[in-house]
Every structure is written in structure tokens, then in C-alpha cells.
């Protein structure tokens, strides 16, 4: 059984740092993409950052970048994000998605994959 465990999240000041992590087990990241998204109620779910494991590219929202690092540990089978400078607006709760249907590619604009965490909450006071 697949399963994506974030971690990391919790409460900060605006212009602190967190790093998300994306533990997956039944499955191994290599050569697709991993997306970290977000949420906030009442809105769609935005594409945050992205990386093609293997190739290392990665993908950031406008939002984000600059200030977010996507990154991956094959030996730990694990994908970060390291969120700095946060800023109030970057409150929601993060996931992070893997084995996406479009294999071929990769980028913040693939919202389509197989397998989802259940997300860990970053709220960013002023």
C-alpha cells in the first residue's frame, strides 16, 4: 500500500522558515514528478512547487519563488520543501503528490497523480 507522509508544518512569524518533508512508503520516487501543492478552504488547490526526480529540474509558482526550495533525498526516498521568508498569504495546508498520470512530465500545472498525503498545516502569523 502506497502512502505519502508530509511533515514539517506548523506555526511561524512571517519571515521565518520551515522545512516540509514527503516520506513515501510501497513506493519509490524515480524519474517522475513530485508536486507539493496547497490549499486554503474555499479555494482550489494551487501547484507550489515541483521536481523531476532523477533529472533534478524543478518548477516554483511565481508566488514562491525565490523563497522556496524543492529538493529530494533518494537515499531517504523523501522530498523537501524548504519554505523561507514565509509570509502570511503562504498559510494553508501543504500535500504533496506523487506517480502523476502524465509521467512524461513535469511542472507546477500537473495537478493529475496517483497518490496524495493527507497534508500538514503551515500557518504564518503577521
Known amino acids: 500500500q502506497v502512502q505519502l507522509v508530509e511533515s514539517g508544518g506548523g506555526s511561524v512569524q512571517a519571515g521565518g522558515s520551515l522545512r516540509l518533508s514527503c516520506a513515501a512508503s510501497?513506493?519509490?520516487?524515480?524519474?517522475?514528478?513530485v508536486g507539493w501543492f496547497r490549499q486554503v478552504p474555499g479555494k482550489e488547490r494551487e501547484g507550489v512547487a515541483a521536481?523531476?526526480?532523477?533529472?533534478?529540474?524543478?518548477y516554483y509558482a511565481d508566488s514562491v519563488k525565490g523563497r522556496f526550495t524543492i529538493s529530494q533525498d533518494v537515499g531517504k526516498n523523501t522530498v523537501y520543501l524548504l519554505m523561507n521568508s514565509l509570509k502570511p498569504e503562504d498559510t494553508a495546508m501543504y500535500y504533496c503528490?506523487?506517480?502523476?498520470?502524465?509521467?512524461?512530465?513535469?511542472?507546477?500545472?500537473?495537478?493529475?497523480?496517483?497518490?496524495w498525503g493527507q497534508g500538514t498545516q503551515v500557518t504564518v502569523s503577521s
Open positions: 521536481i523531476y526526480i532523477g533529472g533534478g529540474s524543478t
Open positions: 503528490a506523487a506517480d502523476p498520470k502524465r509521467w512524461w512530465i513535469c511542472g507546477i500545472s500537473l495537478r493529475e497523480y496517483n497518490y
Open positions: 510501497g513506493y519509490i520516487f524515480s524519474r517522475k514528478c
